[in-house]
């Protein structure tokens, strides 16, 4: 039973940038993801990160990778109050390779 | 393109009673996973269908959860009996592309037992 882990609360103010982390368990995971849940709805994937990679930039959201010590991390600029949601890391769990296990999830919460 | 589709949205059943849910994949999706996810906590793996075959069942209880793919579209996950511990939003996911592992999930059916 490895886990994914993250830290489950993160406060900010609007404008502000966020920083959610991540320490996964398996250095051969091909895929890391960030999926973002709002309530009552289900998962939806916000952004992957390959790797062989140690930053991916998608507009807002940054990734950055530290395959060393397994950290990933998730930077959201100018945070708005509608980037308030769980964030959860994943990684890859089976030999199937499509299956993800997901961490408990941070709770972002934006306050204007 | 439609979501995955899954119904009911909302159960709540005694204990000891079953259940049964159900998911409609994306078309054209061979992948189809169904996730429980317990309140405060990330979703975990119960079962993975890779068309009407079973990938990966190994954190199912297969002593009262159970679940089936005919014909390598919908499925279908039963709990017989439930159990207080059981709930929890029920998720079906399903993929397509297997290099990226992308999941798209449906919106959930929450399952309280009293």
């Known amino acids: 039973g490895e886990d994914v882990e993250q830290s489950l609360f993160l406060s900010v103010r609007e404008g502000d940038s966020s920083v959610i982390n991540c320490t996964y368990t398996?250095?051969?995971?091909?895929?890391l993801y960030w999926y973002k849940q709002e309530p009552g709805a289900g998962l939806q994937l916000l952004t992957y990160?390959?790797?062989?990679?140690d930053m991916k930039q998608d507009q807002r959201l940054t990734v950055l990778l530290n395959k060393k010590d397994k950290h990933l991390s998730l930077r959201i600029a100018d945070t708005q109050t509608g980037d308030s949601a769980i964030y959860f890391c994943?990684?890859?769990?089976?030999?199937?390779?499509?299956?993800?296990?997901f961490g408990k999830g941070t709770t972002l919460s934006v306050s204007s | 393109e439609a979501g995955v589709a899954q119904s009911p949205r909302y159960k709540i059943i005694e204990k000891r009673q079953s259940v049964a849910f159900w998911c409609n994949p994306i078309?054209?999706?061979?992948?189809l996973y169904w996730y429980q996810q317990i309140l405060g906590q990330g979703p975990k793996l119960l079962i993975q269908?890779?068309?009407?075959?079973?990938?990966?069942d190994s954190q199912l209880p297969k002593d009262r959860f159970s679940a089936e793919r005919l014909k390598g579209v919908d499925s279908t996950l039963k709990i017989q009996p439930a159990k207080l511990e059981d709930s929890a939003v029920y998720l079906c996911?399903?993929?397509?592309?297997?290099?990226?592992?992308?999941?798209?999930f449906g919106e959930g059916s929450r399952l309280t037992v009293l």
């Open positions: 990160i390959f790797s062989n990679m």
């Open positions: 994943a990684e890859i769990l089976n030999q199937a390779g499509t299956a993800l296990i």
């Open positions: 269908f890779q068309n009407n075959g079973v990938v990966d």
């Open positions: 398996d250095s051969s995971s091909t895929y």
């Open positions: 996911a399903s993929s397509l592309d297997r290099a990226t592992g992308e999941l798209f």
């Open positions: 078309s054209g999706h061979a992948t």
